[in-house]
Every structure is written in structure tokens, then in C-alpha cells.
């Protein structure tokens, strides 16, 4: 049976390492993989109207699309629900969850015959920051803690973490080290696949 395994985070909280984590464990394992993310749906459309890609972008065009006055709550949603319905991986990673209509896209999969499991990872906003500095992206290095702060206030950043109070699994990760964050992954892998009778 197809599993979605949705993965909620403030930005930098540990997203995208743990994505990686999974999908390395269920490739040696023998699933079919498949990964996507919200901003991939953002890209594409800030791509056709020749609008360069970054947070402030990607968070304006996602609050443009679910706004009343665009085409209305779950917008975003609904476009990811057609790819995972057309998806055929054994195993869907989907990044970025973090509007109340995500949500319960997710859950509605169920409905069509696919597990869905929700990943909460948290992480402290200094540390998330520290992170960003650290990596240095392109357009994000001019980034102020003040910035940073205020995008988190964004309408598409602050229902995370009610999202992730319903989580079947939450991590915390506040470490330096990356090595702890991933033992918490394979120890999240094996239970989850335990409890998935995989």
C-alpha cells in the first residue's frame, strides 16, 4: 500500500535533512521513492510570470493563490493532491506542509486508499537562523535577524506549529550536530516502518 509521509517545519528547522535521511533508508530497503515539495508548485508558477524565486516571493505568491480574492483556501493543496494521486512510488516524501489545508489534503488520502504519517520537526529560531547564515544561499544572506522574525510571522508560517501538535511524530532539532538529529531519523524509520507492517 502507498505511504505519504508529510513532513511540517519551520524553515531550517531540519525539513529537507530528514527528507534526505528517509529517502537514502527506504531506497536501500527496495521502495520506490518519490519527493515533493509545495515551493516546487510556487516555483513553477513565479517561473512563468518571470518572477525570481526566494522566500519573500515564494511566501507572497502561496498567499496570493489561497487568498479569498485569488482562488481561495487550499489552492496550493489541491494542486499537490493531483500529483500524489498521479505519484506511483511505493513511498511519497511531501516537504513543506504548512497550511491547514496541507493538512487535511494529507488526511484525505486516506479516503483514497493511501497511509498518510505526519513528521513534526521543531527546531529554536536561533538555531534555525544560525543555520541560515551558515549555509549562505543565494538571497538569503542579506537576511536579518529582524527579517527573519518577520517571516516567520508570514500567514504561511504561523499555523506550523498547530499543524505539528497533530503529528503521529515530532522531533526536536536543536543540535549542533547533525549526527544526533539523524539517529532520531533511523529511530523514527524503524518504528514507523514497524508500525506500517512494512
Known amino acids: 500500500m502507498k505511504l505519504v509521509i508529510g513532513i ?20 536501500e530497503d527496495g521502495y520506490s521513492v518519490s519527493r515533493h515539495t509545495f ?13 525570481p524565486h526566494g522566500r519573500d ?20 493543496s489541491r494542486a499537490m493532491w493531483r500529483r500524489l494521486m498521479e505519484d506511483s512510488a511505493d513511498v511519497t516524501i511531501l516537504d513543506g506542509v504548512r497550511w491547514r489545508g496541507d493538512e487535511k489534503m494529507i488526511r484525505s488520502l486516506n479516503d483514497e486508499g493511501i ?5 513534526y520537526i521543531s527546531a529554536d529560531p536561533k538555531m534555525r537562523y544560525a543555520r541560515l547564515v551558515q549555509r549562505n544561499r543565494a538571497g538569503e544572506a542579506a537576511t536579518t535577524w529582524e527579517k527573519f522574525m518577520q517571516q516567520e510571522q508570514m500567514k504561511n508560517e504561523v499555523d506550523i506549529p498547530d499543524i505539528g ?9 536543536n543540535h ?7 539517529r ?10 514497524d508500525e506500517k507492517g512494512r
Open 184 to 193: 532520531d531519523i533511523n529511530r523514527v524509520y524503524e518504528s514507523l516502518f
Open 57 to 76: 516571493n515564494e511566501q507572497r505568491m502561496a498567499i496570493i493563490m489561497n487568498a479569498e480574492t485569488g482562488f481561495g483556501d487550499g489552492a496550493l
Open 39 to 51: 515551493s516546487e508548485i510556487l516555483k513553477a508558477t513565479l517561473d512563468l510570470w518571470d518572477i
Open 8 to 27: 511540517i517545519g519551520a524553515p531550517l528547522a531540519g525539513k529537507e535533512t530528514c527528507a534526505n535521511l528517509l529517502e537514502k533508508l527506504l531506497v
Open 115 to 119: 497511509k498518510t504519517v505526519m513528521v
Open 165 to 173: 501538535s497533530r503529528a503521529e511524530i515530532a522531533l526536536e532539532n
Open 176 to 182: 549542533d550536530d547533525v549526527e544526533h538529529f539523524e
